[in-house]
């Protein structure tokens, strides 16, 4: 990925010879363009997340940095996840007597076989 942005500090020091002049004028509202080379899969993550969301990719972009590149709390503990457990039934006809039935048939068998095999 490659990234190439001058601020205007950097700026204004290389036009005043290394000299920082204090008279730099912004504007309150003016966007930084920056270009930058994604690797593919990155390119389609952002895409992704862009239609998920319903955002345009500069916003998903600019989130996404904010949270990568803000330092974390340390103080802070994450939220726990916590299970929500809900009621359940068998289909009918399933009995859950028999779920391993299938597989103490099958255990069976490979030993009757493995005890043939050594006669």
């Known amino acids: ?3 190439h ?7 204004a020091e290389r036009s005043r010879g290394g000299r920082l002049d204090a008279s730099i004028r912004e ?12 690797d593919p899969d990155v390119a389609k993550l952002i895409e992704d997340a862009a239609a998920e969301q319903r ?12 949270r990568g590149l803000l330092p974390r709390d340390p103080n802070r503990t994450p939220k726990r996840y916590r299970v929500k ?8 006809g399933i009995d859950p007597e028999s ?8 255990e069976d068998d490979a030993v009757a076989a493995r005890m043939r095999e050594r006669r």
């Open 99 to 106: 779920f391993n039935k299938l597989t103490d048939e099958l």
């Open 55 to 66: 955002k345009p990719i500069k916003q998903v972009v600019n989130e996404a940095l904010r």
């Open 1 to 3: 990925m490659s990234a």
């Open 85 to 92: 457990p809900h009621r359940t039934s068998l289909l009918p």
């Open 27 to 38: 504007h309150h509202d003016a966007f930084v363009r920056t270009t930058l080379t994604l």
């Open 5 to 11: 942005a001058e601020g205007p500090v950097a700026a």
